[in-house]
């Protein structure tokens, strides 16, 4: 079971990136969060919005990391990977 989220995943295909975002506020985050686990494959985000902390689980083979970053873009974000 994963230790996240509880959906009895192990291992496998699965890419955790964590990274910084420029511009959130409090909303933007809790959108971009709700919009990024709507993303097939994607099992975990937690944002940090006072300092644009955020860390993705994703598999890479259902959801790619240029749809991630075009989630963040089009709300104005800036990604550094």
Do not use: S, W
């Amino acid at each position: 079971m994963c230790k996240e989220c509880g959906c009895g995943h192990e291992g496998g295909a699965n890419t955790r990136l964590q990274f910084i975002v420029h511009g959130y506020t409090e909303e933007i985050a809790q959108e971009v969060e709700k919009e990024l686990l709507g993303m097939p494959g994607v099992l975990y985000v937690h944002i940090h919005a006072h300092d644009g902390e955020t860390t993705v689980d994703y598999n890479p083979e259902k959801t790619k990391l240029g749809d991630i970053l075009k989630a963040l873009h089009a709300r104005g974000l800036d990604a550094i990977l």
